[in-house]
T-cell receptor, first 117, second 112 residues
Framework: AQSVTQLDSQVPVFEEAPVELRCNYSSSVSVYLFWYVQYPNQGLQLLLKYLSGSTLVKGINGFEAEFNKSQTSFHLRKPSVHISDTAEYFCAVRTMYSGGGADGLTFGKGTHLIIQP | SQTIHQWPATLVQPVGSPLSLECTVEGTSNPNLYWYRQAAGRGLQLLFYSVGIGQISSEVPQNLSASRPQDRQFILSSKKLLLSDSGFYLC???????????FGQGTRLTVV
């Protein structure tokens, strides 16, 4: 079974400063990787995903993430944050199966990004 | 384009009452469907997973059940709610293969 660890439950950052949200995963097989954002009382919106190819993935709202297989990490970064980035961020993995199928997403516990003016 | 609808948005139910949350997907066929529960500070927990009509996988033992009576309809139910069933319930769908899951807007359930 796979698991996802988001080391920081809360990250306060000043507006226009850079931010990195950490995500590590554990799996005995290859995985697909995702970052989602959740605004209060709403569903989850996909920020970006890594399926294959380039390990640096760019997403919406200026976010990017880098897949590091040796460190089993998929950290999310943004060079300059805005007040509107205040939200909960979730890292998720999905297991690849040799037959081409995939299982449900496994999520981390989330990181609350707090942007301070 | 594909859309997912989940209702109601909020629900307050007494302990011991039944529950029925509905989720429908439009614009795609044979989706994988999921029910997640989000408790405060605890991330998302996968409750049920369905790859087709009548096919339900339960990820955790609990007071809830799920059904998929039609290809694009997924229902979360309980015969008797417990206080511990309170939470934010999210329905999601994904296509075949490696794609991401797409989420509904969620239902805030409060059991009193």
């Amino acid at each position: 079974a796979q698991s996802v660890t988001q080391l920081d439950s809360q990250v306060p950052v000043f507006e226009e400063a850079p931010v990195e949200l950490r995500c590590n995963y554990s799996s005995s097989v290859s995985v697909y990787l995702f970052w989602y954002v959740q605004y209060p009382n709403q569903g989850l919106q996909l920020l970006l995903k890594y399926l294959s190819g380039s390990t640096l993935v760019k997403g919406i709202n200026g976010f990017e993430a880098e897949f590091n297989k040796s460190q089993t990490s998929f950290h999310l970064r943004k060079p300059s944050v805005h007040i509107s980035d205040t939200a909960e961020y979730f890292c998720a993995v999905r297991t690849m199966y040799s037959g081409g199928g995939a299982d449900g997403l496994t999520f981390g516990k989330g990181t609350h990004l707090i942007i301070q003016p | 384009s594909q859309t997912i609808h989940q209702w109601p948005a909020t629900l307050v139910q007494p302990v011991g009452s039944p529950l029925s949350l509905e989720c429908t997907v439009e614009g795609t066929s044979n989706p994988n469907l999921y029910w997640y529960r989000q408790a405060a500070g605890r991330g998302l927990q996968l409750l049920f997973y369905s790859v087709g009509i009548g096919q339900i996988s339960s990820e955790v033992p609990q007071n809830l059940s799920a059904s998929r009576p039609q290809d694009r309809q997924f229902i979360l139910s309980s015969k008797k709610l417990l206080l511990s069933d309170s939470g934010f319930y999210l329905c999601a769908w994904s296509g075949p293969g490696a794609g991401e899951a797409f989420f509904g807007q969620g239902t805030r359930l409060t059991v009193v």
